[in-house]
């Protein structure tokens, strides 16, 4: 049977795979899971008679009945609901940390489309849940760990009436500058930013016109947000804005457009927001975190600032991992998902606009004239379906592998990824001019489908 976890909480099409049985099942397993260990002791020690949980979710129609159902099955396994409503997942976890909640849930499926919906959850402190914690959730669903208190031992569900507002007091403080005069288009992906994010930038001095700002629980990412980010290059150009931010649908990830219209894509935050901590002292050990997939041209930059780069696998909560183990200060992903630690422990897209657009007023630049400061190197990936992922480490493929590196020289990079479920092996190769990136790239996808292509199987 197939792992009930993906790569980011549980996901499905709501009412099929994703059930109000399902939904419930899981929260209570997650209170049997969640809520024991140092955080409770100390919850038992401060008087608090039950353990508390934050409940959130994205505007999408199924997060009513999802969310009912969580705050059911929390309540019902003696767990105390704090209701947030429709905030953004990072605006969850940081109200998880923020109030010493016990854990907290979201009800998102992020930037799938509307009939879509997922649930992921943060421990105490708003992290995400190790493989194993979420391996032990998924075990105790139904089983006989899960706790039925009766009486006045049940669990009560509240409206978390400040949630809003204490995420944004939380996002203005951290601004190393104000926003005053600079025009900003935000598309909020008619999703959980949409009332957030225009009321933090206004707040922060911008001057703001909305697009993906009126959702209505089925219009989600659809045309709208980081995934269609040429609609936003428009709506700069037509407003003459300075800068456009695009969120996703839960907002937990960011990307931009310059006044020209041109693309800014995670990579190249990264890259702006790396040199700025760098400039102020507030890099840690003057590193980055990035994935594997993060762009050459990000390397390079890094590399002339003396700035180091430590790499991870495709993830942010990889990212995560490694910026906490060492204490760094920024890390993220080609996507947008860019987390700062200091501030936030999970990829937060609001707080990664509002920090892009305050560089530009920090520094009197452009939002081209930051981006400047890397080179984005052609990027071309191919699938290679019908293969052995695990025959990467054939002696053909090697070869073709080490050919390709050596004719690239410094000019280029070229990797290969096994897909984690199905038989795909994903060919990336960067070079200086796209025509070389793609020639090459197409000449070792047909050494992997020639050499370990399931066809004679």
């Known amino acids: 049977m197939p792992r009930l976890f993906g790569t980011d909480g549980v996901r ?3 009412n099929g795979e994703l059930t109000a049985a399902l939904a419930l099942g899981l929260a209570q397993a997650s209170a049997a899971v969640l809520t024991h260990g140092h955080h409770a002791d100390a919850r038992r020690a401060s008087g608090r008679p039950r353990p508390i949980a934050v409940l959130a979710r994205d505007p999408r129609v199924s997060g ?3 969310g009912a159902a969580v705050a ?3 309540a019902s396994a003696g767990v105390d609901v704090l209701d947030a409503g429709v905030i953004p997942t990072p605006a969850a976890a940081f109200l998880v940390a923020d109030i010493d909640a016990d854990f907290g849930v979201m009800v998102s499926a992020s930037h799938n489309p509307a009939p879509d919906n997922g649930i992921k959850f943060f421990a105490a402190g708003g992290r995400k849940l190790p493989d194993e914690v979420e391996d032990r959730i998924e075990a105790a669903i139904g089983s006989a760990e899960v706790p039925v208190p009766t009486g006045a031992d049940v669990g009560r569900i509240t409206r978390f009436a400040d949630a809003e507002d204490r995420y944004v007091v939380h996002l203005l403080s951290t601004l190393p500058a104000r926003l005053d005069g600079i025009h900003v288009v935000l598309d909020c992906a008619n999703g959980a930013a949409a009332a957030v994010s225009p009321e933090v930038f206004v707040n922060a001095g911008a001057r703001i016109t909305l697009i993906g700002a009126d959702p209505d629980g089925v219009n989600i990412n659809d045309g709208v947000g980081s995934t ?6 428009r709506a700069v150009l037509e407003a003459g804005a300075d800068v456009g931010i695009a969120h996703d649908g839960d907002a937990d990830r960011c990307l931009a457009v310059d006044a020209e219209g041109n693309a800014i894509d995670g990579d190249q935050i990264m890259a702006i927001l790396a040199l700025s901590l760098k400039e102020r002292g507030r890099l840690q050990d003057d590193t980055l975190v990035a994935t594997v997939m993060s762009n050459l041209g990000l390397r390079r930059a890094m590399a002339e600032n003396d700035i180091a780069v430590l790499e991870t696998a495709v993830g942010d909560r990889y990212v995560l991992e490694k910026m906490v183990e060492g204490g760094y200060s920024l890390g993220g992903e080609q996507s947008g998902h860019i987390i700062f630690n200091e501030f936030a422990t999970t990829g937060d897209g609001i707080l990664t606009g509002l920090h892009l657009v305050a560089e530009m007023a920090r520094t009197g630049k452009t939002l081209a004239e930051l981006a400047a400061c890397m080179t984005v190197f052609p990027q071309v990936l191919v699938n290679v379906r019908g293969v052995d992922r695990h025959g990467l480490d054939d002696a053909g493929v090697q070869r ?7 004719a690239l020289g410094d000019t280029g990079r070229v990797l290969l990824r096994p897909s984690g479920t199905e038989p795909v092996v994903r060919v990336m190769v960067e070079a200086a001019d796209q025509a070389t990136a793609e020639r ?4 070792l996808a047909a050494v992997v489908h020639d050499r370990l292509g ?3 199987a």
């Not at 269609?228 to 290059?233: E, R, Y």
């Not at 073709?400 to 050596?406: D, H, Q, R, T, Y």
């Not at 090459?440 to 000449?443: K, S």
Request: glycine share 10%.
């Open 228 to 233: 269609h980010i040429d609609n936003l290059a």
């Open 72 to 74: 059911a099955g929390l």
């Open 64 to 66: 009513e009945f999802l």
């Open 12 to 14: 499905g099409l709501a």
């Open 440 to 443: 090459v790239a197409n000449e």
């Open 454 to 456: 399931l066809d004679a």
């Open 400 to 406: 073709a592998i080490a050919g390709a590196e050596a």
